[in-house]
């Protein structure tokens, strides 16, 4: 979700014992393309949790600093129907590297099903992100799909296995905030 347009990562508190084997057992395949300007990551993982507590994690928008370490801030501006327009500062990190973001989105929801986040305001040349989810048996699969154009030659040049490195992270963020709600804890 956000971290890649910025990049990802760890906040969570496990809740009990049994929330750390489906995550250590969860593997979060990313596939990385860098062609000229455009940054595009693929990301699908499997989340043993029902549809409706993930989307209520991937739109925690308020929240979202709570369990996503690199999010400083995050606001919801206006909502419409089902359309909802959220701001969002924080800092990437990439070794001695790091840099700061900030991004207005506008995020069409089709609930349990899918978001659709389009940047209208930032530092990114342009960013947009397709994330779907389905029903597969007892879990819930998480595809994305992000296509972004960095302002700054610092992405393009940080090559694939950090981009990846860092969107694992994220994902992994999100499915410990999830498996911490699902145990019990808000």
Do not use: C
Not at 105 to 114: I, S
Not at 117 to 124: C, D
Not at 152 to 160: A, F, V
């Amino acid at each position: 979700m956000s971290r890649f347009a910025a990049a990802l990562l760890l906040a969570f508190a496990a809740a009990g014992a049994w929330a750390a084997a489906p995550e250590a057992e969860t593997a979060i395949a990313v596939r990385v393309d860098i062609a000229e300007d455009v940054i595009r990551i693929d990301a699908e993982l499997t989340i043993p949790a029902s549809a409706r507590e993930v989307w209520d994690v991937l739109t925690d928008f308020e929240h979202i600093p709570r369990f996503i370490s690199n999010v400083k801030s995050s606001k919801v501006l206006a909502r419409n129907g089902n359309v909802v327009r959220v701001a969002q500062t924080g800092k990437a990190g990439f070794g001695p590297f790091s840099f700061e973001f900030k991004s207005t989105r506008e995020v069409t929801l089709t609930p349990f099903e899918k978001l659709e986040s389009r940047m209208t305001e930032g530092n990114m040349k342009r960013f947009r992100s397709t994330t779907e989810l389905e029903t597969v048996g007892n879990a819930t699969r998480l595809t994305l799909h992000s296509e972004s154009v960095p302002e700054t030659l610092l992405l393009l040049n940080l090559g694939r296995s950090v981009i990846e490195s860092e969107t694992q992270e994220h994902y992994r963020e999100i499915l410990r905030e999830v498996l911490r709600r699902k145990g019990g804890g808000k």
